[in-house]
């Protein structure tokens, strides 16, 4: 299909929350098919159409050593575990740097397929980490807002130097 341009921090559209999918049509899969190509292309494991400047609520996963592409609808963080992990994210959206964040260890998340069929999921681990990331995205918080003050203006000052 197509690989999009990316919004690059700090755009303003990264910290808006997306609006709910309602069409479950072509476009729809056009869409998530031009996330997996541009996230395939950043190189990245997760992309969500905000990232794109599009206010949908679609993310695209594809974990390494797994021979799937995850696409998740609407989705949304039904349970967190009290237990928490940490994990080393960044984001398409401000290549090149990355931090250790703090989140629960398992999820289980509700959301749609492209189909429009209502599904759920238990995750852990990295799968878990990747859901967390994404949908804050679809939520409007950037990932660096999980960061404590000094580690936030110290990720921002490494991708300023590096751009």
């Not at 794109?52 to 609808?73: H, M, S």
């Not at 994990?87 to 703090?102: D, I, K």
């Not at 999921?121 to 003050?149: K, M, N, P, Y």
């Amino acid at each position: 299909m197509s690989v999009l341009p990316i919004l690059r921090f700090p755009d303003p559209r990264l910290r808006l929350p997306a609006a709910a999918v309602t069409a479950f049509d072509a476009d729809l899969t056009t869409l998530a098919q031009d996330l997996l190509d541009t996230m395939r292309a950043a190189p990245g494991i997760g992309i969500t159409a905000p990232h794109l400047g599009i206010a949908k609520r679609l993310t695209v996963l594809e974990l390494p050593d797994e021979n799937a592409v995850r696409i998740y609808v609407n989705p949304r963080i039904l349970w967190s575990s009290e237990e928490l992990q940490d994990h080393v994210e960044g984001s398409v959206s401000m290549p090149g740097v990355t931090e250790t964040v703090e989140r629960p260890a398992r999820v289980r998340v509700a959301f749609q397929t492209p189909e429009g069929m209502e599904s759920t999921e238990e995750a852990e681990g990295l799968l878990a980490v990747c859901l967390q990331h994404e949908i804050d995205q679809l939520d409007g918080i950037f990932w660096i807002q999980r960061l404590s003050r000094l580690k936030r203006e110290r990720v921002i000052k490494r991708f300023q130097k590096q751009r």
